[in-house]
């Protein structure tokens, strides 16, 4: 699985930050992060596994949210958001975005 990692906030909740798979692409080829605000650490994994994403484990803290990302997850009325990630490391131009765009479906044309 791809890194991810997590900060405890001062008043004992934690925030949870991890590179997936984009569920938009079949063969996995892009990357986005997800940041989930919650009571602890199993309980923001718990989070992300009810709405479908089952294979979801944080092993260690090699990628822990940035002080931006804690920013703009704890100003998100949901406390879950993601946004892509780009191949050369460097931090994207792009708003974060609620999970329920990435988990929408497209529908055929």
Request: glycine fraction near 8%.
């Amino acid at each position: 699985m791809a890194a991810g990692g997590f900060c405890k906030l001062p008043n004992g909740r934690v925030v949870v930050a991890l590179n997936l798979p984009s569920p938009a692409t079949a063969d996995g080829s892009s990357a986005v992060r997800v940041l989930v605000h919650a009571h602890n650490r199993a309980r923001a994994l718990t989070r992300l596994r009810n709405l479908g994403m089952r294979a979801v484990y944080l092993r260690g803290n090699a990628a822990p949210p940035t002080p931006d990302e804690i920013t703009a997850v704890l100003h998100h009325p949901d406390g879950l958001i993601w946004r892509t990630t780009p191949d050369n490391g460097v931090t994207p131009l792009e708003l974060w975005r609620p999970i329920r765009s990435l988990l929408r479906r497209p529908t055929a044309a």
